[in-house]
């Protein structure tokens, strides 16, 4: 596997399941991030990981729940979600979490909550 | 007025136009300006990388910064129709990025 990768590409989930969405990076890198990208609106920035020490929570709902065990894994553990929450989940990793470094996405997780 | 602006589309071209893709933004502090394509159901993909004003140039794509206008673009040249995807520009002021919401490409064999 090489860049980024993110399992599952599609989930569907009801209101009150709880599910993992998981991340990958095989570049080295030494920060993560989670975004929420909705139809039309900008990417929403939600979490930040800089060596596996949280250092940025973007107001973002307590139903979402991150956890970055290493540098290389980052989790989204999700529960009793809205549907609003319906997005494409995106990880993405950054050699640093300086704005000179570029981020690196993954393909996304489809979530959808019915 | 929000912190980065750009042009949802979408936007139709026949197959080998110049294609001009452009996003403005309101804070001065940005030095550092990124174009990612994005295609459809997948993450976004770094196309270019520009810091602070100038032109950068990498085969069909051109990227060109205008700090003193506030603007950037993206030129495509000699378009296929494989660049059909949204364009996302980036940008950071060293410490926070910022994202457009993208604009969508169809380019028409």
């Known amino acids: 596997e090489t860049g980024v990768t993110q399992t599952p590409r599609h989930l569907v989930m009801g209101m009150t399941n709880k599910k993992s969405l998981k991340c990958e990076q095989h570049?080295?890198?030494?920060?993560m991030y989670w975004y929420k990208q909705s139809a039309k609106k900008p990417l929403e920035l939600m979490f930040v990981?800089?060596?596996?020490?949280?250092?940025e929570n973007n107001s973002v709902p307590s139903r979402f729940s991150p956890e970055c065990p290493n540098s290389s894994h980052l989790f989204l553990h999700l529960h009793t979600l809205q549907p609003e929450d319906s997005a494409l989940y995106l990880c993405?990793?950054?050699?640093?979490?300086?704005?000179?470094?570029?981020?690196?996405f993954g393909p996304g997780t489809r979530l959808t909550v019915t | 007025q929000k912190e980065v602006e750009q042009d949802p589309g979408p936007l139709s071209v026949p197959e080998g136009a110049i294609v001009s893709l452009n996003c403005t933004y309101s804070?001065?502090?940005?030095?550092?300006f990124m174009w990612y394509r994005q295609y459809s159901r997948k993450g976004p993909e770094l196309l270019m990388y520009?810091?602070?004003?100038g032109n950068k140039e990498d085969g069909r794509f051109t990227a060109q910064v205008d700090k003193s206008s506030k603007y950037i673009s993206l030129f495509i040249r000699d378009s296929q129709p494989s660049d059909s995807a949204t364009y996302l520009c980036?940008?950071?002021?060293?410490?926070?990025?910022?994202f457009g919401p993208g604009t969508r490409l169809s380019v028409l064999p």
């Open positions: 993405a990793s950054s050699l640093g979490t300086s704005g000179r470094n570029e981020q690196y």
């Open positions: 570049l080295g890198h030494n920060a």
């Open positions: 990981y800089s060596l596996e020490e949280r250092v």
């Open positions: 804070n001065s502090a940005f030095q550092y």
């Open positions: 520009t810091y602070s004003s």
């Open positions: 980036a940008m950071s002021d060293g410490q926070n990025f910022v």
